[in-house]
């Protein structure tokens, strides 16, 4: 199963909305309703949210492509000199289970470091399944955070810390 992790250019930008809007139903459904689903996926996907992304200082884009066919992406930014926060790591559900969410974290895990990052940090909402995954791989939960995103929705996660 030949995979590729490589560095997103912003043409690609249109391909991690895609991908966003085919995995976030399957990871989500089941945690939020539809109205907050689109809600969310047109806050953090839209063409200018992806574009505003790309453009921050210290904020990259991965894709993951799976027999040349992008099957996942990750969403990092180099906060400083001693942090790194996923900001975003997804599969398509039909890629899940087969060893390429740990190649993908072990990619931003050996990324950071390499960047000089001393932890790496993420939120994950606390009912969604992930949770497991990300302690499995060595995060920690360090605290619960509410965060109102507008129109009357939650973010309701945990934010956890992995030691680089």
């Not at 399957?26 to 809600?39: E, K, N, R, V």
């Not at 470091?113 to 791989?137: E, P």
């Amino acid at each position: 199963m030949p995979i590729k992790i490589r560095k997103a250019e912003q043409k690609e930008l249109p391909v991690i909305r895609q991908l966003a809007l085919d995995i976030w139903p399957a990871t989500y459904s089941s945690i939020l309703s539809q109205d907050q689903l689109d809600y969310m996926l047109e806050l953090f996907y839209s063409d200018p949210a992806l574009e505003k992304d790309f453009n921050k200082a210290g904020y990259s884009f991965f894709l993951l492509e799976l027999e040349g066919t992008d099957a996942g992406f990750a969403g990092l930014e180099l906060k400083d000199n001693q942090t790194a926060h996923l900001h975003k790591i997804y599969l398509s559900p039909n890629c899940q289970g087969k060893g390429l969410g740990k190649k993908l974290i072990q990619f931003i895990i050996d990324f950071s470091k390499n960047a000089g990052a001393q932890s790496l940090t993420l939120h994950v909402n606390r009912h969604n399944k992930a949770l497991r995954f990300y302690q499995a791989v060595g995060f920690e939960i360090i605290k619960e955070l509410d965060t109102e995103i507008g129109n009357g929705y939650w973010m309701n996660d945990y934010v956890m810390k992995k030691v680089l």
